[in-house]
C-alpha cells in the first residue's frame, strides 16, 4: 500500500468525561498541501461501549469518525480507522480489561460485532478513502494466551464477517509481538499486513518510560548501536524486514503503519536513523505513517535534542524530517 501520512489521535485514548476531538482541518490541510495522502485514526472501543457491553454501544459517538473520514475524503486522503484498544485487548495497559480477546468468546464476539457495525455504516465508502486496521498491535505469541492459531481464527473470522457485509472494503492487519512479527499463516487472506518501524527500541524509545526496556540504557549513538546482540545499522534494518520482503513476494501488500522515534534521543541521531529506514521503505516500496504529527513523536516541535524548526504552512516543523519523508514516497 504506497500511502504515506500520519497517525492522529482524537480519539485514542477514553478517560471518564473525556469526548474524543473533532478533526483538526488545519493539519489535514497541510498534508493535502505537502501531497501526503494517509491518516490512520487509532481508537478506543471505550468511547462508545460501557461497562463492557459491546453488543450496544452508543453510535451518536461514530459521528466523530463521520467527521474524520468526511475531512480526509474532501481532501483526497485516505483514512485508516484502527481498534487501538479493541475488545479483551489493548497493548498498553490490557490489564484493565475484564475479557480476553483471544480465549474468550464474549470479547471475540463482541470484536466482530462491533468491525460489522463499521461495516454497514460505511458500505459505499470506497477503500480509495477508508480501511479498517482491525487490531492494534497483537501482543508476543505465548502472551496473554495469543497463539498464531488463535489469533489468525479471530481475524479470519472477522475479514469474513466484514467481507459478507462489504465485500471491497480493504482489510489491515497488524503484526504480532506489537506490529514486528510478520505473519506468513494469513499471507492468502487478501488484506495488508502492517508492519512497525520502532527497531532499535534502544534508539526509538531512549527514556520512553512506558516501555520496559528503557532503564540504564546509555544515549543512542547510530549507525552502529549496539544493543539486542546486534549492531544497528542500515543493513541490520534490512536484515530486520526479510520475513516482510518474504510475504511481500509471495504477492502480499505490505504497509507501515507506525514508525519513529521519541524525543530524548538527539534529533542528529534520530535524522540518521530516519535516513536509512525511509531509503528501506521506498527501495521495498512501502507506505508509510509516521506515529504522529504533533507531539514527542511527530515532526511538529516534536523537542528532540538540536532539532531546528521551520515556520512551514502555519506549523513549526523539523523540516529535515519532513523532507525525508517526502523524498522517500514512491510516486
Not at 84 to 89: C, K, Q, T, V
Not at 158 to 172: G, K
Not at 212 to 239: A, F, H, M
Not at 305 to 325: C, I, M, Q, S, T
Amino acid at each position: 500500500m504506497e500511502k504515506y501520512g500520519f497517525n492522529f489521535q482524537w480519539m485514542y485514548v477514553w478517560e471518564e468525561g473525556k469526548k474524543p476531538q473533532p478533526p483538526d482541518k488545519r493539519a489535514l490541510d497541510f498534508l493535502a498541501e505537502m501531497g501526503f495522502n494517509f491518516v490512520r485514526i487509532p481508537t478506543d472501543y471505550r468511547f462508545w461501549t460501557k461497562n463492557f457491553d459491546y453488543f450496544h454501544p452508543d453510535e451518536q459517538v461514530f459521528e466523530y469518525i463521520d467527521s474524520y473520514l468526511h475531512e480526509c475524503q474532501s481532501r483526497n486522503i485516505h483514512m485508516c480507522l484502527n481498534l487501538h484498544r479493541a475488545p479483551g485487548y489493548c497493548i498498553n495497559r490490557n490489564d484493565i480489561e475484564r475479557d480476553n480477546l483471544w480465549q474468550d468468546k464474549i470479547a471475540q464476539d463482541g470484536f466482530v460485532f462491533q468491525w460489522e457495525l463499521f461495516a454497514k455504516r460505511y458500505k459505499g465508502i470506497s477503500s480509495k478513502y477508508l480501511s479498517f486496521d482491525l487490531v492494534n498491535e497483537p501482543p508476543n505469541i505465548g502472551q496473554y494466551g495469543m497463539t498464531r492459531e488463535n489469533h489468525a481464527a479471530i481475524i479470519t473470522r472477522t475479514v469474513n464477517a466484514i467481507r459478507q457485509i462489504d465485500p471491497d472494503r480493504e482489510i489491515v492487519i497488524d503484526g504480532l509481538g506489537g506490529g514486528n512479527i510478520a505473519m506468513p499463516e494469513l499471507a492468502d487472506l487478501g488484506v495488508i499486513h502492517s508492519g512497525r518501524g520502532y527497531q532499535p527500541m534502544a534508539l526509538t524509545h531512549y527514556q520512553a518510560m512506558w516501555w520496559d526496556g528503557y532503564k540504564g540504557l546509555p544515549e543512542p549513538t547510530y549507525p552502529d548501536l549496539v544493543w539486542g546482540g546486534k549492531v544497528w545499522n542500515k543493513e541490520t534494518l534490512r536484515d530486520y524486514y526479510k520475513p516482510w520482503l518474504e510475504l511481500q513476494q509471495r504477492g502480499v501488500k505490505v504497509h507501515i503503519g507506525e514508525f519513529g522515534c521519541f524525543n530524548k534521543t538527539p534529533n542528529d541521531v534520530a535524522l540518521r536513523w530516519f535516513k536509512d529506514l525511509l531509503s528501506l521503505y521506498k527501495e521495498f516500496k512501502w507506505g508509510y505513517s509516521l506515529w504522529n504529527f504533533e507531539g514527542p513523536f511527530g515532526i511538529v516541535e516534536h523537542g528532540r535534542p538540536g532539532a531546528k524548526y521551520e515556520h512551514y504552512h502555519g506549523f513549526n516543523v523539523d523540516r529535515e524530517l519532513l523532507d525525508l519523508l517526502l523524498e522517500n514516497m514512491c510516486r
